[in-house]
């Protein structure tokens, strides 16, 4: 029935941590832990960061852990998979993070300012979604609209006012998306744009 092993478990391992998963959520992937060592480069302990489109939590709380001091906010519209990453903060002791039900940015305080966004948003084409992940992923995890780059246009558009000066937002992407989404942030004012290889070579 193409059933991911990991909801069959019940769990995933992700960056070292064991992470409750089910259908609710995106099944962690490895990939996802060079977007975290990605963030560690850049952040200091006692940072605030967003973790926007959080899922299971694991970017959020993987941070959490690395970072005591700092405040880790992480938002999704989904309520049933903010019920997981609840239970995975409550499992894991992530005492500094915090999670928000809101679409994107809605729900967030305007004076709200981070040192980093992190975000691995819904980036999948709809027409490509394979059938392990378009039968047993959540859709609202994985459909990035017709071209996979909505949710970059909207997240970036709004990152600069909820960024500190000299902040940091970080994404992943998907492999044929490097160009497209430089030019996003490029548009918006961003600057010192990197694209970094995942463990396969890919952007």
Not at 99 to 125: E, T
Request: charged content about 25%.
């Amino acid at each position: 029935s193409h059933k991911p092993l990991q909801h069959i478990l019940g769990k995933a391992y992700f960056y070292g941590y064991e992470f409750v998963v089910n259908e609710n959520v995106l099944i962690p992937r490895q990939d996802t832990e060079i977007l975290v060592s990605e963030v560690i480069k850049v952040a200091k302990d006692g940072y605030d960061i967003l973790d926007m489109c959080t899922g299971s939590g694991c970017i959020g709380i993987t941070l959490a852990k690395k970072f005591p001091d700092s405040n880790v906010t992480g938002v999704d519209i989904s309520d049933k998979a903010l019920a997981v990453a609840w239970k995975n903060k409550c499992n894991l002791d992530a005492d500094n993070i915090d999670f928000i039900q809101s679409d994107l940015f809605a729900a967030l305080g305007a004076d709200r300012r981070y040192d980093i966004i992190v975000s691995n948003p819904p980036y999948i084409p709809t027409k490509v979604l394979q059938d392990e992940v378009r039968l047993h992923d959540p859709m609202l995890a994985l459909d990035g609209t017709e071209d996979g780059l909505m949710f970059y246009r909207r997240i970036t558009d709004k990152s600069g006012d909820y960024l500190k000066m000299n902040g940091y937002l970080c994404y992943e992407i998907g492999a044929e998306q490097a160009a497209d989404v430089s030019d996003i942030m490029k548009q918006a004012g961003f600057k010192d744009i990197v694209v970094v290889k995942d463990l396969a070579g890919l952007d």
